[in-house]
């Protein structure tokens, strides 16, 4: 797990990168922990304890190895964004440095994306396709020429979605878009919760002249049952923190990554 920690992280911060790091690597020493986060022995093994009296992870000679868990649902959009602020933001300003004048880009619907449409207002005239009414709304009264995908309306994740989706984008050209996910694994590739929006992210990857994956290090080792895409379909992942030995699977399927 390798992280650039310039902030003292929080508990919670700590324990979602342990938890992602078990994702990953199914177990995990102290030692790797200490250097991954930064931190002492003493910490790691609190932080430790504290997880595995709430069942998230059982405790090994030496370390901890990861606890099954049920499947997760998705929560609705307004949780979504409460979750891991400062980092989604941090991961937006970069992708917004990637976007030139006049480039055609795609917003998906995810809550990291809505940070940077949020952004996107003082940018020279682009030409924005997006499937988020969230977005949409933010940019509505915006310089910039808004295309809408039009689809089946998804509620919890505010999006237009599904098959209808396929009737604009088969007929555009997209050069960055700019996409979320509920889980991005090794053995899974990108995952999300519904078909009709993993069929949706399918049409992006082959309209789209760079993908571009914007997740924070919860998404790490996290799977859903509906697969949205292959590790090879990403050219590059924004993120704040990701494990050396899932960066290196990632370069292999020819993935760049910056850190936020």
Request: glycine share 6%; aromatic share 4%; hydrophobic share 40%.
């Amino acid at each position: 797990m390798r992280k650039d920690i310039s902030h003292r992280l929080l508990t919670t911060e700590r324990e979602q990168l342990i938890l992602g790091h078990l994702r990953e690597s199914e177990v995990a020493t102290v030692a790797e922990l200490c250097q991954a986060l930064s931190v002492s022995e003493a910490t790691v093994r609190r932080d430790l304890q504290s997880l595995q009296a709430r069942g998230y992870l059982e405790r090994i000679h030496g370390g901890a190895s990861l606890k099954p868990q049920p499947r997760e649902n998705e929560p609705i959009f307004t949780a979504k964004e409460s979750k891991f602020t400062q980092e989604k933001q941090r991961i937006a300003a970069r992708a917004l440095e990637l976007i030139q004048p006049n480039d055609i880009i795609y917003l998906d619907g995810g809550s990291t994306v809505l940070c940077l449409a949020r952004l996107l207002e003082d940018k020279p005239p682009l030409t924005i396709v997006t499937n988020s009414l969230m977005a949409a709304a933010i940019l509505m009264e915006s310089k910039h020429h808004l295309v809408l995908t039009g689809g089946e309306f998804r509620a919890i994740s505010r999006t237009l979605v599904g098959p209808l989706t396929v009737h604009v984008l088969q007929n555009l050209t997209i050069d960055k878009a700019f996409m979320g996910t509920f889980g991005l694994s090794q053995n899974s590739g990108l995952t999300t919760t519904d078909f009709n929006e993993a069929f949706t992210k399918k049409q992006i990857y082959t309209r789209a002249r760079q993908v571009i994956l914007l997740a924070d290090h919860s998404k790490m080792g996290a799977s859903s049952f509906a697969n949205s895409g292959a590790l090879s379909d990403i050219n590059l992942l924004i993120t704040d923190a990701i494990s050396d030995q899932f960066r290196q699977r990632l370069e292999e399927n020819g993935v760049q990554i910056l850190l936020a």
